[in-house]
Nanobody, 127 residues
Framework: QVQLVETGGGLVQAGDSLRLSCAASGLTFPIYNMGWFRQAPGKEREFVAGIKRGLTITYYADSVKGRFTISRDNAKNTVYLQMNSLKPEDTAVYYC????????????????????WGQGTQVTVSS
């Protein structure tokens, strides 16, 4: 049974940093492309960042470029999202997702590319 468990969310002030973790089990982690999405109240779930399996190729939404960094540790079956210079508009539930598909760069931001999802972790940024 595949499980993705996100941790690291919390309440912070604007300008602060947080690091989210997503621990995966029940799958062969190194062969999965991983993504982070977020969903704010009343809004659709949106792509934040993605990282290609086996390589260090990463993708980011324009809204987080230069502030967020996605990384993975295949030995620990974990993907991370380092979030710096947080803004109130970053407030959302953050989800990690896993895809075994052979994705092109244009597919990383498509929710349909991902077969497995975590339950999410809340990030709240106060002004």
């Amino acid at each position: 049974q595949v499980q993705l468990v996100e941790t690291g969310g919390g309440l912070v002030q604007a300008g602060d940093s947080l690091r989210l973790s997503c621990a995966a089990s029940g799958l062969t982690f190194p062969i999965y492309n991983m993504g982070w999405f977020r969903q704010a109240p009343g809004k659709e779930r949106e792509f934040v960042a993605g990282i290609k399996r086996g390589l260090t190729i990463t993708y980011y939404a324009d809204s987080v470029k230069g502030r967020f960094t996605i990384s993975r540790d295949n030995a620990k079956n974990t993907v991370y999202l380092q979030m710096n210079s947080l803004k109130p508009e970053d407030t959302a539930v953050y989800y990690c997702a896993a895809s075994a598909l052979d994705l092109y760069s244009r597919n990383y931001d498509d929710r349909r590319s991902y077969a497995y999802w975590g339950q999410g972790t809340q990030v709240t940024v106060s002004s």
